[in-house]
């Protein structure tokens, strides 16, 4: 499902390249969970945004679903983002503005759903992850694993085949992370791919691969 | 304690210094439109202010200015008030005798001179007074004293008249014999006196002074109904009141005009407030320049206050701004003034330093705006009929209002904006939720504010811009781009300048025909146009009327078509006291077939009316034509003044060279003073078409700063929801949908803004327009071209900014700390 061949990526620091990512060769199957690794500043998050189409690398090929993904126009690459991907970020990241049922709501606005099949969806993600009774709250009245759910739900809205998720359970207690990471491994089995990234061993576990990462470049174990 | 206390302001100055510093290197986009508007503020605010100030200072320099006041009649007609400053030759001395509440006065009369000597002879105009003019005014002497006019010889001359024609200011020219013409008469007169130039801001301006005696105009020195010159008086009292006047002056008034009092009664006109038919009045002389009667050439009493009230706005909408500014910046700061407050700095001390640097952007506005208003001067004067300078502002008075404002602006700007930051508690600050970014009210009312204002100013500027050009272009019932018109001057005769020119002009292949009259098309009769009201009865009723002397062929030179009769013929030796008259007389008679040769009591005279004249615009368009007499009868008194000349259509210059060449054969001293008529006819409304350019500049600029003001929200709106763009973008949105979520909070505060300032701006253009006889058409279409305007470029400013927000890359907005 994805391919990374000699993927590059550096910063211009006074004249000297400072690189954040240093030839990753890296192959992710349809229906794999895994959980990227490694101290700060090694280059985690960087390697989750490349794979998730927010940011380009300096050199190296993509292929997303053998597509060559660096090579299209923005247009299709968003196009590609939209109805394959979901994102979840460590600090939730929900619009503060919006109640948890808009939320929801907002990529299935993005995608041009009717209304009627938005509502279909948004009833079935409550319904599935257990928050029919907070539909009307907004973020700022739930606690942090409560909005993760919520972020959860929403990147699952636009039903992708690839979940990425940075730190997830990060700003979260053991007791909401673990409830986190069981939603994963049973989304997973559901078939979505899941990437994570992650500093917890235990939370590591849970996927199938375990991926390392030390100042830019993969560490096989 | 005092020095320590001295050391802790150093010190906070110094601070505030760096911080400005830093800030605005920091923000350098946000500091620029702070500055920049509020430079461009400050400099219209100081023109304008100079302009009020110039306004209001007319005539302050007279000591006794309390106590003057210009006469005139006031008496109701056709329901409107109806006000003469034109005065009897006898009345001003008979007014002094009889009223002991007047201590002085003196008449007042317009007429031009030449004046001789050995070596040069120059023209210039000249005011007909009385001794007492010195004692009621006070124009200050070079030499001489308040007694230079005792003598009924004496002349004085103004500084630049004397270097003029003498070529210095000595105490010799004191007792110097000149030569001076007067109505084509040539008498010795004696020098007694030299004034300085009247200054700028003075009401009555003169180039000489001659005693009122010599007044050329005086067919009968006892007639009580000849009216033909103003007076001034000085009162007893240590004020002048009118109310009071009025009141002193009834028996006077009713003893010396009940022949005008019976025919006002007769014809039915209603009375004064008072009661009283006809009632001699006076305006106090400081309410000279600026009065509505018309009177003595007055700007309109609403000049000052639109030119003050134009900077305030303009001052009010940058002020907002830059509040608006101050509050974005202050989000970013948050966290530096949460340290400062666990560091134990008080509210007060907070808010004094984060206030001093804006001090120093006001200062730095200030001196930059005195900078470009300074440069922007001379351009302004060019345009406008002000002698504007900055060193007017560095009087003591006018510095104290600029300070005053100065710091009034800077404590609103940087006050409040510094109060709300501090106010917000430490924790809210650090977390970076702090109110100010989701309760931003005052975010929102300041932009409606402004632009509320912009829009009114702008449908203002319009609707001035498109009446002018209305009258400027409206048919005006003559020829006037292929007709010159040539003053003949005091020198020559006017009938037989006219005959000379018109003989030299046979067979020119240039000219079609050659005619006169004693007022100039476009002009009234020296800028006052009810010298030439002239009542008469007939059939048993009082009429007036408007006349005018011309002379054969006038109509065909102008193109005025007749409507019924014939017009003024050679071969006719009695046309000399024949009448054409205009359409409106004709009315007012009762009909064409009424009056058509039948006789008119004019002029004590039984003048034939033998052809009705379509009705053209002699006066100005703001007023409706009137009643209008046309006369060619040499021996009334009323000489042709300007020779009209009509020539055949193509080459304008060349004619133009033609007929001077021809006329300085006449006229040996001619002074490059001819011209088309349609110059004449746009020269009446120049002060019309000042208040044009200043209205639409100040829109113009209301509306850019408005704009600024805009994008600066923009800003603070974008920059509290880049997190937002962020994730919504993350979601899957396009950048067009980001850009319209965006703009919609914008554009709705510009839609209220319309919808509040239309009805204003309608209203106010509705009231301006009123004051006109010939509109152009109000359409709404106006109101909705100009408010589309406004809002294209609403769209247009803040479109700059969402594009740029929703086109980041989200990553950056979205990186976990």
Redesign the interface.
Known sequence: MIKLENIFKWYQVSGARSFVLKDINLHIEQGDFVSIMGPSGSGK?TLL?VIGL??EPNEGKYYFMDEDVLALKAKKR?AL??SHMG?V???Y?????LTVYENIE??LI??NLSSKERKAIVADMLDRFGIVGKKDLFPSQLSGGQQQVVGIA?ALA?SPKLLLA??PT?NLNSKQGEHIMSLFKQLNEEGVTIIQVTHSEKNAEYGHRIVNLLDGQLKDI | MYIKFILNISVTMKNALFSTWRNIRKRKLQTFIQIGSLTLAFAIGIILFLSASFELSFDHFHNHIDRIGALYFQSQEDHKNNAASTMPIPLASTLKEELPYIEKATRWGNGGLVLKTDQKEINIGTRYVDPDFFSIFNFEFQIGNNHALDDLDNIVLTQSTAENLIGNTDKSIIGRQIEVNINGQWQNMQVSAILKDPPRNSSLSFKSLLRFEKFPNTFDKNSWSNKNHDVFVLSQTPSIDAQSFVVAAKSFTTKYFADDIAKLKRDGTSPNKDGSYLALSLIPFKNYHLNDLQIGNPNSPLLPKLLLGLALLILIISVSNFINIQLVSSISRSQEVAIRKTLGGSILQISVQLWLETLICCLLSLGLGLLLAWSLIPFYNSNTHYQLAIVDLFTWKHVLITLFSFLTISIVAGGYPALRITRESILSLVKGNSGIRNRWNIQRILPLIQFTIAIVLVVCSVVVVLQINHIKHLPLGFEKQEVISIPIGPKLDGNQALHRMRQASLGNPFIMSVTGSDINLGLGRDGNQSTSQLGFDYQGKGYSTNWQRVDLDYFSTLEIPLVAGRSFSADRPTDSTALVINEQMATQLGGIEHVLNKPLPLFDKQMTVIGVAKDYNFKDLKQRIEPLSLFMDPDLGFNIKYILVRIKSGNLVQSLQEVEGIWKTIDTDYKNNASYLDENTDRMYEQEQQMMKIISVGGVIAVIIACMGLFAAALVAISARV??I???K?????IW?LVILLSKDFLQIVLLALLIGLPIAWYLSQEWLSSFSYRFNFHFGILFLCALTVLALAAITIGMHTIKAAST???NA?K?E
Do not use: C, M
């Open positions: 998050s945004n927010l940011d968003a983002f939209q994102y970020f460590q600090s990241h929900l619009i503060d503005e907002t990529p993005y995608k929403r636009g940075d730190e990060g | 997190k937002e962020g994730i919504r993350v979601l899957g949105s396009s949908k890359n989200p990553v979205l976990d």
